[in-house]
C-alpha cells in the first residue's frame, strides 16, 4: 500500500512539474503509451487530453526527420535508447497536428524512474516551437540551390569583406560555408561533430560579426562578397 502511495505521489509530482512548462511535454509509458499531455502541447499540436489519453504516441503524432524518413513508430529508436541512457540528445522533428498540418519541432527526451529498482519508467517528452526557424532553413536552401544554378549573386570579394572574415572563427567559417550549401542545424552538427545547440551559437556569433539579422541575409551575404566556397575540415571535432 505504501509503495502505491509513493508511486501516485512521484507521478503527481512529475505531472505538476510539467503542467508548469512553458514548453510542450507529454509522458508515454514503455509500450509507448500516452500517459500526460500538457496544455503547451495541445497548444501546438491542437490535440486534447481526450484526443491522446493512453493512445500509442506514434499513431498520434507521426513524426518524420529532414529526410522525410518516418520517426514515430512502433519500434521507436529513440524511446529505446531513452530506456537504455536515461537521455537522448535534442533532435528536430516534423510532426503532424489534429487538423493534418505539419510542424517542425525541436525535441528532447530523457527517462523519469518511478522507483529505485529501475523499474516503471516513464519516457518524458520536452518540446518548443521551431516550425518558423526550420521553414526559413528550407526556404534558404532552395534560394542558394536557385543561385548556384544561375549565378544570380556576383561575387563582389573586397577589403570590407576580408575584414569581416577575418572576424569569424575557424569554426564559424566551416558552419557559414555548411550554411551556404543548404545544410541545416542538424546536418551542420553531424557534419562537424558538434552538438545542435553548439551549431546554434555559432549561428548566431556569425550573425553578430556579419552585422545581418537572419541566416538568409548571412548566407547571401557571404556569397555575394566570396567568404565562403572554402571545405571544412571534418577531422577537426572541436567545439
Not at 495541445?42 to 486534447?48: K, P, Q, R, S, T
Not at 562537424?192 to 552585422?211: A, C, G, M, P, W
Request: glycine share 8%; proline share 1%.
Amino acid at each position: 500500500m505504501l509503495v502505491t502511495v509513493l508511486l501516485e505521489e512521484l507521478v503527481s509530482n512529475l505531472f505538476e512539474a510539467l503542467k508548469a512548462a512553458g514548453d510542450g511535454a507529454f509522458v508515454v509509458d514503455e509500450e509507448l503509451r500516452i500517459q500526460y499531455w500538457n496544455d503547451m502541447a495541445g497548444e501546438i499540436l491542437e490535440f486534447d487530453w481526450g484526443d491522446v489519453a493512453s493512445q500509442p504516441c506514434y499513431l498520434i503524432l507521426m513524426g518524420y526527420d529532414e529526410e522525410k524518413r518516418l520517426i514515430c513508430k512502433k519500434r521507436c529508436r529513440v524511446a529505446e535508447m531513452a530506456l537504455k541512457t536515461g537521455r537522448v540528445s535534442n533532435y528536430d522533428v516534423r510532426m503532424c497536428t489534429k487538423q493534418g498540418n505539419n510542424h517542425w519541432l525541436n525535441m528532447s527526451v530523457f527517462t523519469y524512474q518511478m522507483n529505485e529498482n529501475g523499474h516503471n519508467k516513464v519516457i518524458v517528452h520536452l518540446f518548443r516551437d521551431i516550425n518558423g526557424k526550420k521553414e526559413n532553413e528550407i526556404f534558404l536552401g532552395r534560394i542558394l540551390e536557385a543561385a548556384r544554378q544561375y549565378h544570380s549573386i556576383p561575387a563582389e570579394k573586397g577589403f570590407g569583406s576580408e575584414i569581416l572574415l577575418s572576424k569569424l572563427t575557424r569554426r564559424e567559417r566551416e558552419v557559414l560555408s555548411l550554411m551556404a550549401e543548404g545544410h541545416g542545424t542538424r546536418e551542420i552538427s553531424e557534419l562537424l561533430f558538434i552538438s545542435t545547440n553548439t551549431v546554434r551559437n555559432h549561428i548566431q556569433h556569425i550573425l553578430e560579426k556579419l552585422q545581418v539579422h537572419s541566416r538568409l541575409e548571412a548566407v547571401t551575404y557571404a556569397i555575394k562578397h566570396d567568404l565562403v566556397g572554402r571545405k571544412p575540415d571534418n577531422t577537426y571535432r572541436g567545439g
